[in-house]
């Protein structure tokens, strides 16, 4: 019989061996000639699977929503002052998203795991929120530095609306809803925040669609494919911002010094 020599790689999401790359098994023509888009093209590269238009409708929300949130957050002044350090695209594309993590736009794949143990192991929001405050843990998810209960994050909302309308089940949106009811009691920055909000639905997608297993899902949440979209998202603003300090001929960026508290 044939012997196959060894490989050192092993890959199952896409083949460019043939006539056209293939992405999980679709062509490249049959994606174009259905009129699929970005949510379809993540789906299949990241979950390996065709998902139903009202999930990558989803996907490509959280891309859309996350694009850009202005000049002044961590990511976007990363890239402002590389750029304005004369660094070029890519540079300062990767300053920016550097700043991604647990308190900035990074905290999805944390918020989806304790929202998930959370739910699944029947905490009321009181006892999830107490239990983590005793182990000195913030909830991911929850916190903003500008939105508060009065001033609501309008891509929460609007992911919140869209999952009502299209979703089979939002439980653990709600249950994340509830969270949020009871951290607003104890101030009123602690609000459900994008990452948290995305977080929970995406637990509510994976399960309601019926395209997954269970243990898929403890895998995706295991491994943590969910920062994953506001990184991919954040970096169609970052690339922006270069563009944007690049076409303006900014100078090198210096902090004033009155704005820096000097002290021993
Ligand atoms: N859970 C519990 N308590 C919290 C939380 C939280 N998630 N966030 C703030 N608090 C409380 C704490 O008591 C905190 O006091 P401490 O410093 O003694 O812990 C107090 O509120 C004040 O917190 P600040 O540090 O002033 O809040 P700040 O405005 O700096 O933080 C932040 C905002 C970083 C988002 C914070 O709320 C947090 O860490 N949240 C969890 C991580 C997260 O979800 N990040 C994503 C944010 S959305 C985005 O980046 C796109
Ligand atoms: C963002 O999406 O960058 C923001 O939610 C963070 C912020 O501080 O406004």
């Avoid at 998930?116 to 006892?127: C, M, Q, S, V």
Wanted: hydrophobic residues 40%; positive net charge.
């Amino acid at each position: 019989g044939k012997v196959r020599a060894p490989t050192h790689i092993i890959s199952t999401i896409s083949d460019d061996r043939g006539e056209e790359p293939c992405y999980a098994g679709v062509p490249m023509s049959s994606i174009v000639e259905q009129g699929l888009g970005v949510g379809d093209v993540i789906s299949l590269l990241w979950f390996k699977r065709s998902l139903p238009r009202y999930c990558t409708k989803f996907i490509e929300i959280c891309i859309m929503l996350c694009a850009d949130h202005g000049p002044c957050v961590s990511g976007a002044h990363n890239t402002i002052v590389t750029a304005r350090a004369g660094k070029d695209l890519v540079s300062s594309l990767v300053s920016g998203l550097l700043t991604i993590g647990p308190r900035f736009g990074g905290a999805i794949d944390d918020a989806a795991r304790y929202f998930k143990d959370a739910y699944d192991r029947g905490l009321t929001p009181y006892e999830f929120v107490e239990a983590m405050k005793k182990k000195g843990i913030r909830v991911p998810g929850i916190g903003h530095r500008i939105k508060r209960g009065d001033n609501r994050d309008k891509r929460v909302e609007l992911l919140q609306l869209f999952a009502r309308t299209n979703f089979p089940s939002v439980k653990y949106m709600e249950y994340a809803v509830q969270v949020e009811t009871y951290t607003l009691s104890k101030a009123n920055n602690l609000v459900l925040n994008v990452d948290g909000a995305i977080g929970s639905l995406f637990l509510d997608l994976l399960a309601g669609s019926g395209m997954f297993t269970k243990q898929e899902i403890d895998e995706i949440v295991e491994i943590g494919y969910l920062n994953g979209l506001f990184v991919l998202a954040r970096s169609i603003g970052l690339i922006g911002h270069t563009f944007d300090q690049k076409r303006l001929k900014q100078p090198l960026y210096r902090h004033p010094w009155e704005d820096v508290l000097y002290t021993k």
